[in-house]
C-alpha cells in the first residue's frame, strides 16, 4: 500500500550527553536534537522534529554494498548485525529492494540527518571532521540529489555508521488527517557530544539541543510546536534521567525490533482522539487505507475516555493536546514508566522542576500503570457509534 497510500521516511533522534550537570539539583543529564521545519512546509509547518525524511531509492542502492565492502563488512555479516529475531514492522516488510530495509531506512535516516543540519554519523571516516566549507558542499549536493550520498562516501571513504542507530518505533499517519500521509521508521543514536551543526536555511530554519523536560515545558507554554508523534516520543524519555541508562535501555530494546503505531482517529464533540493500539475503543480491524468514513460520535472527548478503562490516546482540544497512557503495557520493551501526572503544581518523577505559572492553561496529563491490556475482543467498548447512528 505504501507507495499509492502513504509515502514512507526514515527519522533519526539524536540523544547527546548533556555538557555539565549540577549535582545537587538532579535532572536529566542527556539532550535531544530538534529541528524546525519552514513555515513553507507541505507537512507539520513550523514544528520542531526529529532529522529525517522521505526514503529515496538511492537509499537502497546496490551500489552501498561496494562501499561497506571496502570498510571490511559483507552483505551478510550486516544483515547479522542489524537483523532482529522480531516479527518486522510493516515498514519492513513486503521489500524487493536489493537492500534489506534494517540497511536502506538506516542510511535514509543518516542521509536526512546530514541533509537537514550536517550531521554526519560514519564510520572508518578519513577525516576527523571536514571544514565546513566541504561539508556545506557535500551538504547541499546532497540535498539536491540523494544519489549522491554513496558517491560522497566513494570519493572520501568511510561508510555511514548503521551499527550506531537503534530501532525504535514506526509511525502511520491517520487517516483523514493531513492530506499527505507517511509510515515513518524511527531510530534513536547516542554520541557523547552533539557537535555544531549548520541548517540547511531551506528545510530547517532553526535548531535545538534540550533536554526532553525542557522540550515538553517549550511545548507546554506555547513556546513550539511538536507535532503528535514527537510529543509521545519526547514524553516517553521523561522517566529517564540518565544518559547512560537511556542508551543501555535502547541498545536492548532495539533487540526487540519495531513497534508500528497507527493512530486511529475519532472526531468527538468538542475535539479529536487519537487511539492506539491497546485502548479499548481501538477497533480491531483498523482501516489503514481511508476508505471507510471519518468515524465521528456525538460524545465529548471526556465522555469517550469515561467509556474506556484501557486508555493509550492522544485527545486534541484546539490547540491542546493530551497524552493518556493508562492500564496499557506497550509491546516490546517500550518505556511504560512515564510520570503518573504531570501538571502545573506537581512534580515529574526524579524531577524537581516546577512549571511556571503564568502561562496557563496546561492541558497535558500523563499516567500508567503496568497492568496488562487482555481484555478480550467481545469486550470491547462497542457503545461509541457515528452522529445520527441508530441506538441499540
Not at 522480531?86 to 536489493?98: L, Q, R, V
Not at 524519555?237 to 547512560?244: F, H, P, R
Request: hydrophobic share 40%; proline share 8%.
Amino acid at each position: 500500500m505504501a507507495g499509492r497510500l502513504w509515502r514512507e521516511a526514515a527519522s533519526l533522534m539524536v540523544v547527546g550527553r548533556a555538557a555539565s550537570v549540577n549535582s545537587k539539583i538532579p535532572k536529566q543529564d542527556y539532550k535531544v536534537l530538534f529541528l524546525k521545519r519552514n513555515e513553507r512546509s507541505s507537512f507539520m509547518p513550523n514544528s520542531y522534529v526529529f532529522p529525517g525524511g522521505v526514503s529515496e531509492p538511492a537509499d537502497f542502492s546496490e551500489e552501498w554494498f561496494d562501499v561497506f565492502k571496502k570498510c571490511g563488512y559483507e552483505p551478510f555479516g550486516l544483515l547479522k548485525d542489524l537483523r532482529t529475531n522480531a516479527p518486522s514492522p510493516m515498514i519492513f516488510s513486503n521489500k524487493t529492494y536489493s537492500i534489506t530495509p534494517e540497511i536502506g531506512f538506516r542510511i535514509g535516516a543518516i542521509r536526512e540527518a546530514f541533509e537537514e543540519c550536517g550531521l554526519l554519523i560514519a564510520h572508518h571516516f578519513p577525516f576527523k571532521s571536514l571544514d565546513k566549507p566541504e561539508l556545506t558542499k557535500w551538504q547541499q549536493i546532497v540535498h539536491q540529489d540523494a544519489s549522491q550520498f554513496v558517491v560522497m562516501f566513494q570519493e572520501l571513504g568511510g561508510c555511514p555508521g548503521l551499527w550506531d542507530l537503534h530501532e525504535w518505533i514506526s509511525w502511520l499517519t491517520p487517516t483523514h488527517f493531513a492530506s499527505r500521509r507517511f509510515d515513518t521508521a524511527f531510530f534513536i543514536t547516542f554520541m557523547e557530544k552533539i557537535p555544531q551543526i549548520f541548517a540547511d536555511d531551506k528545510e530547517v530554519v532553526d535548531i535545538k539541543v534540550v533536554s526532553p523536560l525542557e522540550m515538553v515545558k517549550q511545548w507546554r507554554t506555547g513556546a513550539v510546536q511538536l507535532p503528535p508523534p514527537q510529543v509521545y516520543e519526547v514524553s516517553r524519555l521523561l522517566s529517564i534521567d540518565s544518559y547512560e541508562e537511556l542508551e543501555e535501555f535502547a541498545r536492548e530494546r532495539g533487540k526487540n525490533g519495531m513497534d508500528h503505531y497507527f493512530p486511529v482517529r475519532i472526531v468527538a464533540k468538542n475535539g479529536t482522539v487519537l487511539c492506539l493500539a491497546g485502548d479499548d475503543l481501538y477497533p480491531e480491524e483498523p482501516d489503514y487505507t481511508g476508505e471507510q468514513a471519518q468515524l465521528v460520535v456525538q460524545e465529548t472527548v471526556e465522555e469517550l475516555r469515561g467509556l474506556a478503562q484501557n486508555h493509550h490516546r492522544m485527545e486534541l482540544k484546539k490547540h491542546n493536546l493530551k497524552l493518556l497512557d493508562h492500564g496499557v503495557r506497550l509491546a516490546r520493551g517500550s518505556i511504560t514508566d512515564l510520570p503518573e501526572s504531570l501538571t502545573p503544581t506537581s512534580l515529574p518523577v526524579r524531577v524537581p522542576f516546577i512549571l511556571p505559572s503564568a502561562s496557563p492553561p496546561y492541558p497535558w496529563a500523563l499516567s500508567t500503570t503496568t497492568q496488562h491490556f487482555q481484555q478480550p475482543a467481545a469486550a470491547r467498548v462497542s457503545c461509541v457509534k457515528p452522529r445520527g447512528a441508530p441506538a441499540a
